[in-house]
């Protein structure tokens, strides 16, 4: 091939929308090691929600000496008695409680199921602290993760599937007929579209997270609603997103669900684990409020469900109004309907 007609072909191929795409790219893999590496490099526990239980004349005096921990791993509160620790852990109000015995074993209790790694760092710090103080500790588990779900991270991947389902879907539309809707009746097809899928994908991830595989307890149903709502929230920010931007959107859509949201989830390491930028953003993103509401579910009676699903909610009508109000935009814009299905 001449030379002048090998130049000419690459001209033709590195364009600069094709170069703007590739470094999008780029920026979005650095983007993704630095956020993951980032969050679940070196876990710390930090203002760890946490409960004491100790006679009237020690219980300010444990508060105080857990306060004053260098670094400030827990957040100590005192509570009257041993019911309403477990009560407090069950309404995911607290993470742990320590039973203060003078006479005899102090107890820690944990939750497993709120996230291995949490509990097994408040056994490790509180066993420390016990021997330091010659101490005794027994380990109660009072909310263990299920048999086959030993790490209690089948909650977390679940959720992931989901909001795969979520944005692949709205990304299969785009690439089928074109990013951006032509008109409000699209928009409003194409929402659709993201809610059957939302239905049957909802469906299908409780069933085999749940009776098929047993890795999560809890009600099915329960799990499939949370499982549609989240589908629908995240493919619904995704058209939002390529009805704005256009093919971008769903670049950006995976910087805030998939590079930002899954490591800041809680799923890998709990919220008092994370470092504060993830600890801070997570819990307003889908990964992590679908996270903490299926855990909930599964092991803590649908406690505590308020705050995620209106942030869910909001994900979603958000998404809706802001694809229908782009297709309206962009139709008077134009003046005539485009051929874009």
């Given amino acids: 091939m001449p030379h002048s007609s090998f130049a000419s072909e690459v001209r033709d191929a590195v364009t600069p929308r094709a170069t703007l795409l590739i470094v999008g790219v780029l920026a979005l893999q650095l983007l993704f090691i630095a956020s993951y590496v980032g969050a679940l490099h070196d876990p710390e526990p930090k203002d760890v929600p946490f409960g004491v239980v100790a006679p009237r004349a020690a219980s300010a005096q444990a508060v105080t000496r857990l306060e004053q921990l260098p670094g400030t791993p827990l957040d100590p509160r005192a509570l009257p008695d041993a019911a309403t620790a477990r009560k407090q852990i069950t309404e995911r109000d607290i993470d742990a409680a320590l039973i203060i015995d003078p006479a005899g074993t102090d107890t820690l209790l944990v939750a497993s ?29 009072v909310i263990p993760s299920a048999t086959h779900d030993p790490n209690g991270l089948s909650s977390f991947y679940l959720v992931v599937g989901w909001c795969v389902g979520g944005y692949l879907g709205a990304a299969a539309l785009a690439l089928s ?8 009746t699209r928009a409003a097809i194409r929402l659709a579209v993201i809610a059957l899928v939302a239905v049957l994908g909802g469906l299908g991830g409780a ?3 749940g009776p098929i595989l047993d890795a999560l307890s809890g009600s099915t149903a329960a799990l499939w609603g949370l499982g549609t709502l989240i589908i629908f929230a995240v493919g619904a920010a995704t058209l939002a ?18 590079i930002l949201g899954n490591p800041s989830s809680g799923g890998p390491l709990p919220p008092p684990l994370l470092p504060p930028f993830w600890k801070a953003i997570g819990p307003t993103l889908p990964p992590g409020a679908g996270t903490w509401s299926t855990r909930s579910i599964a092991y803590f009676d649908n406690n505590a469900m308020t705050g995620p699903l209106l942030i869910l909610s909001a994900w979603a009508v958000a998404g809706a109004a802001i694809t229908l109000a782009a297709a309206a935009l962009r139709k008077r814009a134009q003046g005539t309907p485009t051929h874009a299905p």
């Fill in 241 to 258: 997103f390529q009805g704005l931007f256009g093919t971008i959107g769903i670049g950006l859509v995976i910087l805030l669900v998939v």
């Fill in 177 to 184: 007929a074109g990013a951006k809707p032509s008109n409000p």
């Fill in 113 to 141: 199921g709120g996230g291995r790694s949490l509990s097994a760092t408040l056994t490790a710090l509180v066993t420390t602290l016990e021997r330091a103080e010659r101490r005794t500790l027994r380990t109660i588990d």
């Fill in 207 to 209: 069933l085999i997270a």
